[in-house]
């Protein structure tokens, strides 16, 4: 099956700085690549996704990009600032399974 | 409803007793997925359902964890003889067949 490394564990920015979390795959069938934040005490809440037919995705300060050929995709938060402070989640999954595959997790926190 | 609901938002129990959490899916939604987040952990795939396909069951840790989903709607999970490594926040989530998933609050078991 999948399995999906994601790194770094924790992560502490200052306030205005950027924040890049990488995260690897092993199937080079997987097509879709969320990443989900959750905030202490919060359900997880999907904040970017990216397809395997695009290579970079952006939203605002939060972007996704990928490298299918690596099997890796990164998230980047630039200005960051103290709401950004959460557990951010990568994932991924084949096309023919609903099924994700999640990595450990990375916090950030944004020092004021 | 307009999300995931899931209850009770938090479950007391006695080691050995039985638990039943609760998942409301979004209306719609054809998959149905569990997870379990110790504290401070990632998301620990449980089980997933796919319309009226078999579930995919192979996340259960042992067979004191069951679920099941009527009519392709509510899901039940059910841990028989709790012990207290149970004690976890359980996550349900459903996507429809874009693979975004939908969390819900969570369930929050403390088995004492």
């Known amino acids: 099956g999948e399995n999906v490394e994601q790194h770094p564990s924790t992560l502490s920015v200052q306030e205005g700085d950027s924040a890049v979390i990488k995260c690897t795959y092993s199937?080079?069938?997987?097509?879709?690549f969320p990443w989900y934040k959750q905030e202490l005490g919060k359900r997880p809440q999907l904040i970017i996704d990216?397809?395997?037919?695009?290579g970079e995705k952006k939203d605002q300060r939060i972007a996704v990009t990928l490298n299918k050929t690596a099997k890796h995709f990164s998230l980047h938060i630039t200005e960051t600032q103290p709401e950004d402070s959460a557990v951010y989640f990568c994932?991924?999954?084949?096309?023919?399974?609903?099924?994700?595959?999640f990595g450990a997790g990375t916090t950030v926190t944004v020092r004021a | 409803g307009a999300g995931v609901s899931q209850s009770p938002s938090n479950k007391v129990t006695e080691k050995g007793k039985d638990v039943e959490l609760r998942c409301d899916p979004i209306?719609?939604?054809?998959?149905l997925y569990w997870y379990r987040q110790s504290l401070g952990q990632g998301l620990e795939f449980l089980i997933y359902?796919?319309?009226?396909?078999?579930?995919?069951k192979s996340g259960l840790p042992s067979d004191r964890f069951s679920a099941e989903r009527t009519g392709g709607s509510v899901s039940t999970l059910t841990i028989q003889r709790t012990q207290q490594e149970d004690s976890a926040v359980y996550l349900c989530?459903?996507?429809?067949?874009?693979?975004?998933?939908?969390f819900g609050a969570g369930t929050r078991l403390s088995v004492l």
């Open positions: 990216i397809r395997s037919n695009v």
């Open positions: 359902f796919q319309g009226n396909s078999a579930p995919d």
């Open positions: 209306s719609g939604h054809t998959a």
């Open positions: 994932a991924a999954n084949r096309p023919d399974d609903y099924k994700l595959s």
């Open positions: 199937d080079s069938a997987s097509n879709y």
């Open positions: 989530a459903s996507s429809s067949r874009h693979n975004i998933q939908y």
